[in-house]
């Protein structure tokens, strides 16, 4: 597998239009030059050097084109940490499955299980697995249908269905990485917690955001991605083990019964 630490070629940027007049000029300005460059690959092979972010981005993606997961250096910090290193159920669950995790699991998601070991979009399948795999899929779109993100506006599950996999199987990618290491085996406490609470507490710290409801409501109807606050009690909704970690119980509100409990990978 290639390794880069930079890209190969850094994208010219000369012809975007940056001036000292306006936040939001400035943003459509590069809105349209991300348009243009993207419209101009068209009918061309796809160029697999590219990066898509820049490596200081603090986010990370799959390209199934590329079969690939691009994880910038940047992304690497766990918010709070800067100077110091997390315990390591912060760092397996944020950065274990929180991003490389769902990174990975894009491509068995709902849109990268569609493109084969070459990055083309060619059904690899069996019918009987894509049957199975569809059944579970279906239950992870209603389960999100049914979080009220703001006022009366749903969850879109079929919007998310993609990012709410990827970060279900991410959890779970990284609790299972995480029980290799020595804290999680020798049951260490860390400030009164469990590993397993540390793990699950870990993985809800990473997504502590604030945002205005107009914000959220605009993300809902626009983003593939969940509010943050449902990108960690969807997924842990689904996990047992989370059940047994905080004794939760079917007159919690974060109780779902064992059989709408969704496990896909
Ligand atoms: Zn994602």
Same mark, same amino acid.
């Given at each position: 597998?290639?390794?880069?630490?930079?890209?190969?070629?850094?994208?010219?940027?000369?012809?975007?239009?940056?001036?000292?007049?306006?936040?939001?000029?400035?943003?459509?300005?590069?809105?349209?030059?991300?348009?243009?460059?993207?419209?101009?690959?068209?009918?061309?092979?796809?160029?697999?050097?590219?990066?898509?972010?820049?490596?200081?981005?603090?986010?990370?993606?799959?390209?199934?084109?590329?079969?690939?997961?691009?994880?910038?250096?940047?992304?690497?910090?766990?918010?709070?940490? #800067?100077?110091?290193? =997390?315990?390591?159920?912060?760092?397996?669950?944020?950065?274990? *499955?929180?991003? &490389? +995790?769902?990174? %990975?699991?894009?491509?068995?998601?709902?849109?990268?299980?569609?493109?084969?070991?070459?990055?083309?979009?060619?059904?690899?399948?069996?019918?009987?697995?894509?049957?199975?795999?569809?059944?579970?899929?279906?239950?992870?779109?209603?389960?999100?249908?049914?979080?009220?993100?703001?006022?009366?506006?749903?969850?879109?599950?079929?919007?998310?269905?993609?990012?709410?996999?990827?970060?279900?199987?991410?959890?779970?990618?990284?609790?299972?990485?995480?029980?290799?290491?020595?804290?999680?085996?020798? #049951?260490?406490?860390? =400030?009164?917690?469990?590993?397993?609470?540390?793990?699950?507490? *870990?993985?809800? &710290? +990473?997504?502590? %955001?604030?945002?205005?409801?107009?914000?959220?409501?605009?993300?809902?109807?626009?983003?593939?991605?969940?509010?943050?606050?449902?990108?960690?009690?969807?997924?842990?909704?689904?996990?047992?083990?989370?059940?047994?970690?905080?004794?939760?119980?079917?007159?919690?509100?974060?109780?779902?019964?064992?059989?709408?409990?969704?496990?896909?990978?």
């Amino acid at each position: 597998m290639d390794e880069h630490r930079d890209p190969d070629h850094w994208k010219d940027l000369s012809s975007m239009e940056i001036a000292h007049s306006t936040y939001v000029r400035n943003a459509m300005s590069a809105n349209e030059w991300h348009t243009r460059y993207n419209l101009a690959k068209f009918g061309k092979s796809v160029d697999r050097t590219e990066w898509d972010m820049q490596p200081q981005t603090y986010n990370a993606y799959y390209n199934p084109s590329n079969n690939e997961i691009c994880v910038p250096g940047c992304n690497i910090i766990v918010p709070g940490y #800067e100077r110091v290193m =997390a315990d390591d159920a912060i760092l397996y669950s944020i950065i274990g *499955g929180g991003t &490389f +995790g769902h990174e %990975i699991t894009h491509g068995f998601d709902d849109q990268g299980c569609q493109y084969d070991e070459q990055g083309n979009l060619n059904n690899w399948w069996t019918n009987e697995d894509s049957t199975k795999f569809f059944t579970k899929t279906k239950m992870i779109v209603e389960q999100f249908n049914g979080y009220t993100a703001v006022d009366s506006l749903h969850i879109n599950g079929e919007q998310t269905q993609g990012e709410n996999i990827a970060d279900l199987a991410g959890v779970m990618m990284g609790y299972e990485s995480f029980k290799n290491t020595r804290q999680f085996k020798e #049951e260490q406490r860390i =400030a009164g917690l469990t590993p397993d609470e540390r793990y699950f507490l *870990g993985y809800a &710290f +990473g997504w502590m %955001i604030n945002m205005r409801p107009e914000g959220i409501a605009s993300q809902v109807k626009s983003d593939v991605h969940s509010p943050a606050q449902f990108r960690v009690i969807g997924p842990l909704m689904d996990i047992s083990e989370v059940y047994a970690t905080f004794g939760i119980k079917s007159t919690d509100t974060m109780y779902r019964p064992e059989n709408m409990r969704v496990k896909i990978w």
